[in-house]
């Protein structure tokens, strides 16, 4: 990929085509099936690009109060909000804010339900289909035995459904139709008696969409299914396929050293820039890797934590100071999870623009490294 040169690093660079390459996919998926598509904030909460996904999108999956504000404020369209414990003190804000809530727990619904009815809200409660198509890692899976998310079959309380208008389901990461499918078979084996009292169902995020061996047919298929059976309106709620490889770290290399193996040290951290490098266990493609190279480094972050290790790669030629590293698909869950742990700073935000030229959205200094602490 062709870089501006002379750019301060290191610092995100987010791609509009890339993001629309993602949004005319999405855009099939919602003219073939009918469903409607909500951004998943936690994944990406860059606001600067909301007027781009907006235009595509039915609106925005908020994880409690800031996610609603910052979806209000910048994103307009439907407000959606889901969280394991709403609190009594931000309510009456979450409720200015957002027009479809979504309950985790009975004792949750009662508490709040009346209040979200009263101010017109539309209200759901997120059931726990008991059904992990995932292996591995439980981290990931909001199935797993003991799990707090969503309301198994065994505790739902048809009483309490009176004012209830939508199930919701979140179980899926990363996955193929073929999960959905399994999923779906489940949700309605077990759920499927109250369906005739709900207005619509929302399957969550976790649909890899935008990756290039999704099968769109069978997620059309299965959407159709439920809308033509239950006249219910579906909704997805994506983070990583809205942005998916829509984004790049840019780095430079401070130093080269060796204890058996190689080492490049960064100014891009893991820890602090991708921390899901370290919790998901994931090795972002780098742009200059070559699998067949003979030099093998260990990329790693200029802070203090022993583990701050991105990967093991293998290049070409060996690498030297101020050689510059681009690593991929860095447009999700980097920015809203990013920290300036060991006073690292933040790495400042480009987008490339529609008609290709990079423009500085935000840039970060020592500011934003004390404004939290105290
Ligand atoms: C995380 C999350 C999403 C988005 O998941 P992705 O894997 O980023 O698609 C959607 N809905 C809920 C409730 C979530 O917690």
Redesign the pocket.
């Known amino acids: 990929m062709k870089l501006t040169p002379g750019l301060p690093t290191p610092y995100y660079l987010i791609d509009e085509n890339l993001i629309l390459k993602n949004l005319q996919i999405i855009k099939k998926i919602k003219d073939l099936s009918g469903c409607k598509v909500?951004l998943?904030q936690?994944?990406?909460s860059s606001f600067y690009f909301y007027p781009l996904l907006s235009q595509y999108l039915d609106g925005t999956?908020s994880?409690g109060l800031f996610e609603a504000r910052l979806a209000h404020e910048h994103f307009g369209k439907e407000v959606h909000v889901?969280t394991p414990g709403f609190k009594e003190e931000e309510f009456h804000d979450v409720l200015k804010y957002s027009d479809h809530l979504?309950f985790n727990s009975n004792s949750q619904l009662i508490r709040f339900k009346e209040r979200a009815l009263k101010a017109k809200k539309t209200i759901g409660i997120?059931i726990n289909p008991e059904v992990s198509t995932q292996t591995g890692n439980s981290m990931?899976d909001?199935c797993s035995p003991t799990s707090r998310?969503g309301i198994k079959i065994q505790d739902i309380n048809p009483t309490l459904l009176d004012g209830v208008s939508g199930f919701?389901f979140?179980t899926?990461?990363?996955q193929n139709a073929d999960a959905l499918e399994t999923t779906l078979k489940e949700v309605e084996k077990k759920f499927g008696k109250y369906f005739s009292k709900l207005k619509w169902i929302?399957f969550?995020?976790?649909?890899?969409l935008t990756r290039a061996n999704y099968d769109i047919p069978k997620l059309v298929k299965l959407i159709r299914y439920f809308k033509d059976k239950y006249q219910m309106d579906v909704y997805l709620?994506?983070?990583?396929?809205?942005v998916l490889n829509a984004g790049f770290l840019i780095s430079k290399v401070l130093d080269v050293t060796k204890n058996d193996v190689e080492i490049a040290i960064l100014d891009a951290s893991a820890t602090c820039h991708m921390p899901d490098v370290l919790e998901a266990k994931f090795i972002p493609p780098v742009t200059t890797a070559d699998p067949k190279g003979a030099h093998i480094v260990r990329l790693s972050g200029a802070t203090c934590l022993t583990g701050d290790d991105i990967g093991i790669y293998r290049f070409a030629n060996p690498l030297k100071v101020g050689d510059t590293i681009v690593f991929e698909d860095m447009a999700?869950?980097t920015i809203v999870k990013n920290n300036t742990f060991n006073g690292i700073p933040l790495p400042s935000i480009y987008a490339r623009k529609l008609d290709g030229k990079d423009v500085l959205v935000k840039a970060f200094d020592y500011s934003h490294f004390k404004g939290k602490l105290s």
């Open positions: 909500l998943a936690k994944a990406f999956a994880s889901f979504v997120r990931y909001p998310m919701h979140h899926l990461c990363q929302n969550g995020g976790g649909h890899h709620e994506p983070g990583e396929a809205v999700l869950y």
